[in-house]
């Protein structure tokens, strides 16, 4: 069919085998670079940057660090200086300039435990208000830092006294559109989604997905909260409408069963909010798109407002490898530019097509 042929294509551009684990994968700024952050079959940790030429990938440079990198973010940084922030597996987080990347340009030990998950806001552009970055960890706290502000989180969020304990999987900014406004969402091992508001420092929404949460993202982290995405342990993610919050039923949501197995990460396209990325425990992309009901908002019977969920459908799929695709990151700067990094230690560039079509 005609439709058949508009449909957007997932082309693997360039295939690099790494000679270690690969745990996080990201494009840096305003570059034809791209990171690599993993861990050496020693127990070191490695960073490596890449500069894509063509059809390959060049090595610019690589570092090894005491500890074992799970997990980077520019989401902090000014362009200018396009600092990288880093969880590692001993709980420390720590800001590196790349051209000079010996001496962390700041660390602290966040956690007692691996960052999971990191995520910043208020750098490059994106997301009002001050430069935060925000750690996720196995010892069950997530934790906001001002790298300005040395060795202190501005915000800690642990389990209350008596409550257990859960691994926290997964952390993400959004509602950034203003000086004042920010939350940070959380997922944990338990299905456990939360909601914090930072600005009233209080746990706005809570909800859980019954199976542990794997990634979380706002389709975009600098306006009014319009969607999270969700994706789980079991193959299946959640898409919630964010714009309208009931009182007791919270946000409004849809489920898909997208994959056999895990999910190991959702990612928006930066240059349209309703496409989506998953990848998969099975080696595979699939690509989504959300599409909004007639209404986004009704009134329940006592008259008070309430989310509608929308739908989502596949544009594409692939398989490209037969390992878990652990890490995702689009390029904020050249539409349909992907990385992905696979448990085969390989870190694949893709170029999806005919997005301005869909």
């Known amino acids: 069919t005609v439709a058949g042929l508009e449909r957007p294509q997932l082309v693997a551009h360039v295939q690099q085998p790494l000679s270690y684990t690969v745990f996080d994968c990201k494009w840096v700024p305003r570059s034809a670079r791209l990171l690599c952050l993993g ?7 490695v960073l490596q940057l890449y500069e894509l030429r063509g059809g390959r990938l060049a090595l610019l440079q690589e570092v090894e660090k005491a500890k074992p990198l ?3 973010t520019f989401g902090a940084a000014a362009l200018q200086q396009r600092f990288l922030a880093t969880g590692d597996f001993g709980g420390s987080l720590s800001v590196w300039n790349l051209e000079a990347p010996e001496i962390p340009v700041y660390s602290v030990k966040g956690h007692k435990e691996i960052i999971n998950s990191i995520d910043g806001v208020g750098g490059l552009g994106i997301g009002e208000g ?3 970055i925000v750690t996720g960890s196995r010892d069950g706290t997530v934790k906001v830092w001002d790298p300005r502000q040395k060795d202190t989180p501005v915000a800690n969020m642990e389990p209350a006294q008596g409550e257990s304990k859960r691994d926290c999987w997964t952390v993400a900014f959004g509602n950034a559109y203003n000086q004042e406004e920010r939350v940070v969402c959380a997922g944990y091992d338990n299905g456990d989604i939360k909601l914090f508001d930072l600005k009233t420092m209080s746990l706005r929404w809570e909800t859980n997905i019954k199976n ?8 975009r982290k600098d306006v009014n909260m319009n969607k999270l995405v969700a994706t789980s342990l079991e193959g299946k993610f959640h898409v919630f409408d964010m714009r309208t919050q009931h009182p007791t039923k919270g946000f409004a949501s849809v489920s898909e069963k997208a994959h056999k197995s895990t999910i190991w990460q959702v990612r928006h396209l930066p240059q349209n909010r309703d496409i989506f990325m998953t990848s998969g425990g099975a080696g595979n992309l699939h690509l989504w798109k959300y599409e909004y009901p007639a209404q986004r908002s009704k009134k329940d019977s006592e008259g008070a407002e309430m989310g509608v969920a929308g739908s989502v459908s596949l544009l594409q799929n692939v398989t490209l490898s037969t390992q ?3 890490s995702l990151d689009w390029s904020p700067d050249k539409k349909g530019l992907c990385v992905c990094g696979a448990f085969d230690q390989t870190v694949r560039v893709l170029i999806v097509t005919k997005l301005n079509k869909v």
């Open 39 to 45: 861990s050496a079959a020693r127990g070191s940790g």
């Open 70 to 72: 799970k997990c980077g």
């Open 130 to 132: 001050a430069p935060e």
């Open 212 to 219: 542990g949460v794997c990634s979380l993202e706002f389709d």
């Open 324 to 326: 878990p695709i652990s």
